[in-house]
């Protein structure tokens, strides 16, 4: 949606705006931005509703409530469906629904929906311990520990009990640098554990937390960079979140907040923001806020006061793009069973799954793949006979050369002359 893509601003402007570490006046046209993007994902309801998009219109400072209020409908129909109807919710999911439907000021406990009732943080509660004896007989979640962190913080900021045993498991795995995304340090889940630990240390005293708080802060913080980084650009907006929480525990000058909100308005500006999953997860620390303040929200006192733009219904003119030639390759890179590749030619511009629907078109043996919808969109889950498995561990990971790509096949628009790789490995 170019039309709603905000202006270039004067960048030497923008840095002397942010004395107080805030985005001035002149960056709502950003934010906003990120709203009415995530307004039009519900509005166009395609696929399940998103309650991290959920929880970041709520903890914004301007609202569109019939929007808001829609997707709170859609958020409790799908909760006692999935729930009452056998479909599995990951923990970190009831952990989300719990969190969007408090953020809008509702009680998660008692949610009903055509007769049917539930109580998402009796569920919560539930699918933790699952995750925790999987741990003790696995040594890893039964998820992820993305999810456990979310788990955790959520039972915390609810004002629930959580156990001794879930924290433990928790800081055992920052103790132990179970924290890994493919095999690199996730800050995103350090960044959800440090909300978390902020959390009980507010409210439950710390629980024994303290040691994994510093630490995995200080991970967080090993991870900027010059330009105002965290991690990447997708995982700054939920580190910011950690770090302003704990803001007294960051030592002076290790970490430039005007920086990453500026590198991230200039991520927005990029075009870098525009998967509704991308935009919740920054939106918060945008707009000051943090997963903390969930459950302190004054829901009466939200003013109507966001324009929601009407899309022009009338469709563009077709512009003939010109074609881009990419090089894809699938690597069965744990048993070495084969290793193919095809290059094909797409429209510029495309997003990486024409890529292999191209290819599938031209070998629908050798190419052959499958998708999975989740929050961010496609992940690609089968390429031939191999198939992602959390139980295994395993996942097509993508590359561009020996780079791994920081999204995913709906959303990364590979350049010509590219070379993209799909790796079945293991995490
Ligand atoms: C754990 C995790 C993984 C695990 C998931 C499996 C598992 N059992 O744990 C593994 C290691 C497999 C993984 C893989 C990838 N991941 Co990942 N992952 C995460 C993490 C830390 C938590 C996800 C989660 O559990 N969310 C909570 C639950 C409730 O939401 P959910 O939607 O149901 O969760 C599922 C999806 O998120 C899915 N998933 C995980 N990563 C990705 C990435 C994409 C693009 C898609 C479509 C789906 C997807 O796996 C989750 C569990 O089933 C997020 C961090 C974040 N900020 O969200 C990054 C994150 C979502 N991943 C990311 C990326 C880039 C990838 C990869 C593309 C990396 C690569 N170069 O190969 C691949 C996906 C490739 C593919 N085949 O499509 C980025 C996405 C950014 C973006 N703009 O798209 C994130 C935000 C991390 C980051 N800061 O860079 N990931």
């Excluded at 006061?305 to 009338?314: G, K, Q, R």
Aim: proline fraction near 6%; charged fraction near 20%.
């Amino acid at each position: 949606m170019p039309s709603l893509m905000p202006s270039l601003l004067l960048p030497g402007l923008l840095l002397a705006s942010f004395v107080h570490g805030y985005p001035p006046e002149s960056e709502r046209e950003s934010i906003n931005f990120l709203l009415t993007l995530m307004l039009h994902s519900v509005n166009a309801s395609q696929g399940p509703p998103n309650p991290s998009v959920g929880i970041a219109l709520r903890l914004a400072r301007d609202h569109h409530l019939p929007t808001e209020e829609l997707l709170l409908e859609q958020l409790k129909m799908a909760a006692v469906k999935k729930l009452k109807h056998g479909d599995d919710l990951s923990s970190g999911l009831v952990a989300l629904y719990t969190l969007a439907i408090a953020a809008s000021c509702n009680d998660p406990t008692d949610i009903s929906y055509e007769g049917d009732k539930v109580n998402l943080l009796e569920t919560l509660q539930e699918k933790l311990t699952k995750e925790i004896e999987h741990i003790r007989s696995t040594t890893f979640p039964l998820t992820n520990y993305y999810q456990v962190s979310l788990d955790v913080l959520t039972l915390c900021v609810m004002n629930r009990n959580v156990s001794q045993c879930s924290v433990q498991a928790l800081t055992d795995a920052v103790l132990n640098d179970k924290f890994t995304h493919a095999s690199e340090f996730s800050v995103d889940t350090g960044a959800v554990a440090a909300l978390g630990f902020r959390c009980l240390k507010d409210k439950l005293n710390g629980m024994g937390t303290e040691k994994a708080l510093h630490k995995v802060l200080d991970q967080i913080l090993n991870r900027t960079t010059d330009d105002g980084l965290i991690g990447n650009l997708y995982s700054t907006g939920l580190a910011m979140q950690a770090l302003s929480a704990n803001s007294e525990l960051v030592p002076p000058g290790r970490w430039n907040k005007t920086k990453s909100l500026y590198r991230i308005l200039e991520g927005i500006r990029e075009g870098s923001f525009s998967n509704p999953q991308a935009a919740s997860q920054v939106v918060p620390s945008l707009e000051g806020r943090t997963y903390l303040d969930v459950i302190k929200l004054n829901c009466t006192a939200d003013g109507n006061n966001l324009t929601f733009p009407v899309v022009s219904t009338t469709s563009p003119p077709t512009i003939q793009a010109v074609p881009i030639r990419v090089e894809y390759n699938i690597v069965d890179g744990l048993s070495h069973t084969f290793n193919d590749s095809v290059t094909v030619s797409v429209p510029g511009g495309s997003v990486l799954i024409r890529v292999l629907e191209k290819a599938r078109d031209l070998y629908p043996n050798r190419f052959s793949y499958t998708v999975t919808q989740t929050l961010w969109g496609p992940s690609l889950t089968t390429v031939r006979t191999l198939t992602a498995s959390s139980q295994n561990r395993t996942y097509w990971q993508l590359l561009s050369g020996s780079q791994p790509l920081d999204q995913g096949i709906g959303d990364y628009k590979p350049k010509d002359g590219e070379r993209i790789f799909a790796n079945y490995s293991r995490y």
